[in-house]
């Protein structure tokens, strides 16, 4: 694993929760994204080598939905960078963690992503993430 990616944020309404974040770190989102396969609706703030992921259900089914009902807004998850996430999962499948695909997933921002249940990792849903070549698309 190289370096925190980002940190993502269940957020009830985007659009209130980007005005927040802008007034808390100074700048305004540098885009938004919706990810229609997971639920969610995204938008990204740059802190330093880091990212703020703002996170927005966008169906009532949607895992932030579901997150959002049993625990409120806050911290969703840890995102970690990779640079092959196929051996990192096969790394953490064998240090006896849950991953919760068998597949990496497209996510948000040209990422694919796999996700590490938090009953296997201390209480944090783990994030890992590969920056994927817009061209590759
Ligand atoms: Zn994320």
């Known amino acids: 694993m190289q370096k925190v990616e980002h940190i ?14 802008e007034r808390l770190l100074g700048v305004p989102p540098y885009k938004e994204e919706t990810v229609e396969t997971e639920g969610v609706r995204t938008s ?17 089914d949607s895992p932030i939905a579901r997150f959002l009902e049993k ?3 806050g911290i969703h998850h840890v995102a970690f960078e990779v640079r092959d996430i196929r051996a990192e999962m096969e ?7 849950q991953l919760l695909n068998d597949e990496p997933r497209r996510g948000a921002d ?6 590490v249940h938090p009953k296997s990792a201390g209480g944090v849903l783990v994030e890992l993430c590969q920056s994927i ?3 590759n698309e």
């Not at 993502?8 to 974040?21: P, S, T």
């Not at 790394?91 to 006896?96: C, F, K, N, V």
């Not at 040209?110 to 996700?115: A, E, H, I, R």
Request: glycine share 8%; charged share 30%.
């Open 44 to 60: 990204f703030f740059r802190t330093g080598p880091t990212k703020i992921e703002l996170l927005e259900a966008t169906r009532p």
């Open 133 to 135: 070549e817009p061209e």
């Open 91 to 97: 790394r953490l499948r064998a240090e006896g963690f």
């Open 8 to 21: 993502g944020i269940a957020v009830a309404d985007l659009a209130e929760a980007n005005a927040l974040y």
């Open 110 to 115: 040209n990422k694919l992503v796999c996700f």
């Open 71 to 73: 625990r409120g807004p």
